[in-house]
């Protein structure tokens, strides 16, 4: 299983105790704020659709959303935040890309280098990294839920790239001008998925063992729990074994 995929499993395992310490909803806040700088309507702003979607997925207040919303574009004051990607080297070469939104950009590129050393890694140039990554739509099923041939005929049909088959999961894989109306299509038909997203998907990944692995499970959990990070993709590959026992 891809770096992306287990890193996505664990995530959703890590959510709901996230959502406790509030950190979701000040990172989802942040998204609908810098969203809705490129405008305040969703119905002509994709991004904001998509961050407004994710907002209610939360179960997070119309207020608040409302509040972000205005915020970004300049209805109600607040701070200013800088939206910065972060490429690096996690260890056994993997590839790690961080997407940052921030208020002090000094203070997080030292937090973000610290964290990379602390476990192995190092902060590396801008593009060193980036052109591994793709930004698709992923929707993601746990295996044995849904039929693979419906789904697949589903997917396709409205317009997905491909349906891909990984070790726990089934994964509809759209590009990003068809993931909501993939979405959309798959809705309706009452099919439930377990995860859906606009990410970033690596093109290759690199197979990490032993301490290495562990060293790369630490440096993402610290990654994603500082306050400026929105997301943390890497391609690192671990085995299902080796991720079971590290936990």
Not at 30 to 48: S, Y
Not at 82 to 104: C, K, M, R
Not at 164 to 189: G, H, N, P, W, Y
């Amino acid at each position: 299983m891809s770096g992306h995929s287990k890193w996505a499993n664990i995530k959703h395992r890590k959510a709901a105790v996230d959502a406790k310490r509030g950190k979701i909803f000040t990172k989802v806040i942040r998204e609908l704020t810098v969203a809705a700088r490129l405008g305040g309507d969703p119905n002509t702003n994709p991004r904001l659709r998509i961050a407004i979607a994710a907002a209610k997925n939360q179960n997070m207040p119309k207020d608040t959303i409302d509040r972000a919303i205005k915020r970004g574009t300049g209805e109600l004051g607040g701070e200013e935040f800088h939206e910065i990607a972060y490429e690096g080297y996690g260890p056994g070469g993997s590839a790690v890309l961080v997407q940052v939104l921030t208020d002090n950009k000094n203070r997080t590129v030292s937090e973000i280098r610290r964290i990379f050393t602390k476990y192995g890694g190092n902060l590396g140039e801008s593009g060193c990294v980036g052109w591994i990554f793709e930004k698709k739509g992923r929707i993601a099923f746990d295996k044995g839920s849904v039929d693979e041939d419906r789904l697949f005929e589903i997917a396709l049909e409205a317009g997905a790239d491909d349906v891909k088959t990984e070790e726990s999961e089934l994964v509809v894989v759209t590009s990003t001008d068809t993931f909501e109306s993939v979405k959309a299509a798959i809705e309706q038909t009452g099919l439930k998925y377990a995860s859906a997203e606009v990410t970033m998907i690596p093109k290759n990944n690199v197979r990490i063992e032993g301490k290495e692995a562990e060293h790369m499970l630490r440096l993402m959990e610290n990654l994603e729990d500082s306050d400026d990070v929105q997301n943390v993709y890497s391609n690192f590959d671990i085995a299902e074994e080796l991720m079971q026992a590290l936990g």
